[in-house]
């Protein structure tokens, strides 16, 4: 997606190297898992196994008898919680968030081994570009992140950044900028 925008290429170059595992494009590039990430991988990739054997079942049962209603929303449910999952796995394993600003604005997008979706943020209209540190246990973790106030939204992005890592992203961003941090 472009943003209508021209500007300093190199300014961008910068931007999206700053912080080696959301930078660059491609099937991954740079980006393998962390040590904390290679035990819920397995233990997807072992979810995985038993899902494909439940839905391999129930196709199986639905060409015999389509018409069977209680199977036949299991098979749906079951369907896209095992997309999630292997989406949720192809994050961890090559996703990546390329971060670049040309001229007033900031353009984030989120992709996984170079699909993705892109969003663009006028400058002067962000406030409160922060840090948030990783907070919460079990159901409620949520992994550390970049994140500013654009509107009535709050955006997201970097999941998994240190602080010192959010805090270089963020000098990089704002430096020399009419931004309200």
């Known amino acids: 997606m472009d943003c209508g925008t021209s500007g300093n290429t190199q300014a961008a170059h910068t931007?999206?190297?700053?912080v080696d595992r959301f930078g660059g494009t491609g099937w991954p590039q740079d980006r393998h898992p962390d040590a904390e990430e290679v035990v819920p991988l397995l233990f997807m990739a072992f979810w995985l196994c038993g899902w494909a054997v439940g839905w391999i079942d129930a196709l199986h049962d639905l060409r015999k008898n389509p018409w069977q209603l209680f199977l036949l929303s299991w098979f749906a449910f079951w369907t896209l919680g095992g997309l999630f999952v292997v989406g949720f796995s192809l994050r961890m394993l090559a996703g990546c968030d390329l971060v670049t600003v040309r001229g007033s604005v900031l353009t984030i997008r989120h992709e996984i081994a170079g699909i993705g979706r892109t969003r663009?943020?006028?400058?002067p209209d962000i406030r409160g570009m922060r840090f948030q540190p990783e907070m919460g246990a079990g159901k409620s973790h949520r992994e550390s992140r970049l994140a500013f106030d654009y509107g009535a939204k709050t955006v997201e992005f970097g999941s998994g950044l240190?602080?010192?890592e959010?805090?270089?992203l963020i000098a990089l961003i704002t430096h020399g900028r009419n931004m309200a941090v």
Not at 120 to 123: G, N, S
């Open 15 to 18: 931007i999206s190297n700053a």
């Open 166 to 168: 959010g805090k270089q």
């Open 162 to 164: 240190d602080e010192a």
């Open 120 to 123: 663009c943020y006028f400058l």
